[in-house]
Nanobody, 121 residues
């Protein structure tokens, strides 16, 4: 599975962005998909995950109520809608795929190249 993330950019605090991650390969709907992020000087951290059918969703506490993860299995794409953005959301965002549900990055076998999000105050 190859993943291609897009949609990052520069936005003011309080604004919104939607990230997309397009997957190539078979059986996309069988994978748990997630978003991680790496801020400057920090380790990469879990942001959100979604199960294959879209029913299961998990969010890191700091993004609950502001970010929404979704997927379109017909388009082999997972999304991250980010609203009410804060400067502390500034990071490179990575999409990832796994065969099981997890928050830890070493459980994810497939990774996109990252898309940069900058939130100005």
């Amino acid at each position: 599975v190859q993943l291609q993330a897009s949609g990052g950019g520069l936005v003011q605090a309080g604004g919104s962005l939607r990230l997309s991650c397009a997957a190539s390969g078979r059986a996309f709907s069988s994978y748990v998909m997630a978003w991680f992020r790496k801020a400057p000087g920090k380790e990469r951290e879990f942001v959100a995950a979604i199960g294959g059918s879209g029913t299961y969703r998990d969010y890191e506490d700091s993004v609950k109520g502001r970010f929404t993860i979704s997927r379109d299995n017909a388009k082999n794409t997972v999304y991250l809608q980010m609203d009410s953005l804060k400067p502390e959301d500034t990071a490179v965002y990575y999409c990832a795929g796994s065969t099981w549900t997890a928050r830890t990055e070493y459980n994810y076998q497939y990774w996109g190249q990252g898309t940069e999000v900058t939130v100005s105050s």
